[in-house]
């Protein structure tokens, strides 16, 4: 089944604690991204990858990197947490530009608490 | 200010009515319009995706219409059933962004009620 998987679904941890959210998809698709989705806002992208070893900031990228060594991972690592980070985040992925009619997939998302 | 902007915010409707969703955006240029469906605590799944030469799009029972001209998108829901509760997102790829970068609305949150 074509999906993209995130890796946990759920995550309580504390401030400082570095922690890696993994995605994964099996599509082979070249464009992959991270969003975070906050009450009452539109979901704002994090960080974007085009392509392996190719990765380009988002709207909101402070306190977050990723890596793409591999074409179908993209983990977004959170090496300091803190409380504002606390958050619902989705990694989605897609077979080209956004700028086609293609489509994009979403995980099921990973709800992340730092206390 | 968000460049793409829902309303309402939520409604609830009855099993079986019908109900239409707005969706104003100020993204220009811009190559597509999507309408996607969220589920509590999961992913948002496509509904239709529109170019600026679309003036209306079907999925089922949804139906999405574009404005290209007044920069408007509605996205009619017709003889809702339970399974339609879920928020409904608006989201519009930047043309001059090499990536098409997504602009996401804020949703609008559907409560359909027996």
């Known amino acids: 089944e074509a999906q993209v998987t995130q890796n946990p679904r759920y995550l309580i941890t504390v401030t400082g604690k570095k922690l890696t959210v993994t995605c994964s ?35 909101v990228p402070e306190g977050y990197k990723v890596s793409r060594k591999e074409k179908r991972n993209f983990p977004l690592i959170l090496e300091s947490p803190s409380p504002n980070q606390t958050s619902l985040y989705f990694c989605a992925s897609s077979p080209r530009t956004l700028r086609m009619n293609t489509e994009a997939f979403f995980g099921q998302g990973t709800r992340l608490t730092v206390v | 200010k968000n460049q793409v902007e829902q309303s309402p915010q939520s409604l609830i409707i009855l099993e ?27 992913g948002p799944v496509s509904l ?48 001059t962004d090499s990536w098409g970068k997504l602009q996401f609305g804020a949703g609008t949150q559907v409560v359909v009620t027996p």
Not at chain 2, 21 to 41: A, E, H, I, M
């Open chain 1, 25 to 59: 998809q099996n599509m082979n698709h070249e464009y992959m991204s991270w969003y975070r989705q906050d009450p009452g806002l539109g979901l704002r992208q994090i960080y974007y990858s085009m392509n392996v070893e190719v990765t380009d900031k988002g709207d």
């Open chain 2, 16 to 42: 079986g009515k019908n109900c239409t969703l707005q969706c104003n955006y100020t993204v220009s240029p811009f190559s597509n319009l999507r309408w996607y469906k969220q589920d509590t605590g999961r």
């Open chain 2, 48 to 95: 239709t995706i529109m170019t600026f030469s679309e003036n209306t799009k079907s999925n089922g029972r949804y139906t999405a219409t574009l404005d290209a001209d007044t920069k408007q998108s509605s996205l009619h829901i017709t003889a809702s059933q339970l399974s339609d509760s879920a928020s409904y997102i608006c989201v519009v790829s930047h043309l």
